[in-house]
């Protein structure tokens, strides 16, 4: 009696140590038993930043802030004092000189060219936003909140000798 029971318990053991699973099954487990690793994929290398592209500006102070308003207008306006812009409209053309703290374009189809900002916010849509310089050697923080809007860096105006 003994023995069949030692040979039953041996039985029971030796049954439960095997792995019955197919071998398919055995390789699904695999991929997903531990953490994956995730992929890696390189971020793209930044272009540097040519000093030639550089606009300074003291940043201590901000001006006062610069409104446009109105559809179809043409326009140039100045930051001198590290100003916020605010165009407000339709189908306007606006020339920004110096450095801004920010500019916000609200309305469609408004072209921007400015030397540069910190900050670029477009709440419309179809705008065109040129900057050529980067205020305090930083690249500008660009909110676009709407579709079909272009913002780009150009090249800066050449210096007339």
Known sequence: MKTVALLCLLSVSFLTSCDLRSDTAKREMEKFSGTPTPTRTP???????????????????????????????????????????????????????????????NGDGNQLISDGAVEFVINGETN????????????????????????EKTSPPKAVK
């Open 43 to 105: 971020m793209p290398a930044e272009i540097p930043i040519d000093p030639a592209d550089v606009i300074r500006a003291e940043t201590d102070v901000p001006g006062e802030t610069i409104s446009v308003a109105g559809s179809s207008l043409k326009r140039t306006i100045s930051c001198s004092k590290f100003n916020r812009v605010m165009i407000n409209g339709s189908r306007n053309v606006i020339s920004v000189k110096g450095a801004c703290k920010s500019i916000m374009v």
């Open 128 to 151: 065109t936003v040129n900057y050529s310089r980067f205020v305090n050697g930083k690249r500008p923080i660009v909110s676009d909140n709407a579709g079909g809007n272009v913002i």
